[in-house]
């Protein structure tokens, strides 16, 4: 499976972007996508995941109620939909897909093994 994430860009506080994590393979559509982002000197922090079908999801404390994820299998697309925006969530946003038919959305790094380039978003006025 091969991902590529993409969306990002300055925004204000408060404002709103909406990332894509576009996939290339069949097995995309039966893969857990996990978005996570990582801040100059941080380390990488899950986001948000979701599973297959689209019926099951997970948060991260941070961005519970301000993120939302979602995903289009017929167009092989996941979204990020990220509303309320702060400062504190600029970083490199990275999308990764399990291996198929592990159907947990997982909030470790180490249980997803594609990985694509990310995108980058700023919060800043």
């Known amino acids: 499976v091969q991902l590529q994430a993409s969306g990002g860009g300055l925004v204000q506080p408060g404002g709103s972007l909406r990332l894509s994590c576009s996939g290339v393979g069949g097995a995309f559509s039966s893969s857990v996508i996990g978005w996570f982002r990582q801040a100059p000197g941080m380390e990488r922090e899950f986001v948000a995941a979701i599973v297959w079908s689209g019926a099951g999801t997970r948060y991260a404390d941070s961005t519970k109620g301000r993120f939302t994820v979602s995903r289009d299998n017929a167009k092989n697309t996941v979204y990020l939909q990220m509303d309320s925006l702060k400062p504190e969530d600029t970083a490199v946003y990275l999308c990764?897909?399990?291996?198929?038919?592990?159907?947990?959305?997982?909030?470790?790094?180490?249980?997803?093994?594609?990985w694509g380039p990310g995108t980058e978003v700023t919060v800043s006025s």
């Open positions: 990764a897909a399990r291996r198929p038919r592990l159907n947990v959305p997982s909030s470790f790094h180490d249980d997803y093994t594609y």
